[in-house]
T-cell receptor, first 112, second 108 residues
């Protein structure tokens, strides 16, 4: 079974702090994704990566950056969090473009 | 950008009822995906389809490419089917476009 893990289930941070969310997949997938999920808005793509050191902006990249130094690991960085970044963050991976995505359990980030 | 619309937004059913959730999209796609999310849990993929119909246990997914419409059916619903069901579409490229989900509650 594909397993996608995320570094934290819950995080509480203060405005202005730096946040680092890490995602690891164990199935040698090429593609990895970071989404945020908000009530009424569904899942929105922040960034994705189709190979090591490669990244593409999604629909809402502002305020976020990513890093993929190893194939199995994709990190989301929030340099200086703000309250409007309070959300559920979900990581996913897929073997082929457009194919089934496997999701991690999510990180609920609260910014106060 | 592909618009993905789901209906209904919320659905309550009695155990044993037949349930239908609908999804429509606005432009041609390469595949449509149905996903399930339990409260507090991660998201799992139920189906990926590009034509016709697929069945897995009590779940059936159909797609009509000409009408740009898909349905997810649950036969003999059970309280453990209570979850949010999400429709997503993919086309050329890596990006999925997601509906906002249908929240299903099945009452014993």
């Amino acid at each position: 079974d594909v397993k996608v893990t995320q570094s934290s289930r819950y995080l509480v941070k203060r405005t202005g702090e730096k946040v680092f969310l890490e995602c690891v997949q164990d199935m040698d997938h090429e593609n990895m994704f970071w989404y945020r999920q908000d009530p009424g808005l569904g899942l929105r793509l922040i960034y994705f990566s189709y190979d090591v050191k490669m990244k593409e902006k999604g629909d809402i990249p502002e305020g976020y950056s990513v890093s993929r130094e190893k194939k199995e690991r994709f990190s989301l960085i929030l340099e200086s969090v703000s309250t409007n970044q309070t959300s559920m963050y979900l990581c996913a991976s897929s073997l082929f473009t457009g194919y089934e995505q496997y999701f991690g359990p999510g990180t609920r980030l609260t910014v106060t | 950008k592909n618009e993905v619309e789901q209906s209904p937004q919320n659905l309550t059913a009695q155990e044993g009822e037949f349930i239908t959730i609908n999804c429509s999209y606005s432009v041609g796609i390469s595949a449509l995906h149905w996903l399930q999310q339990h409260p507090g849990g991660g998201i799992v993929s139920l189906f990926m389809l590009s034509s016709g119909k697929k069945k897995h246990g009590r779940l059936i997914a159909t797609i009509n490419i000409q009408e740009k419409h898909s349905s997810l059916h649950i036969t003999a619903s059970h309280p453990r089917d209570s979850a949010v069901y999400i429709c997503a579409v993919s086309y050329t490229g890596n990006q999925f476009y997601f509906g906002t989900g249908t929240s299903l509650t099945v009452i014993p």
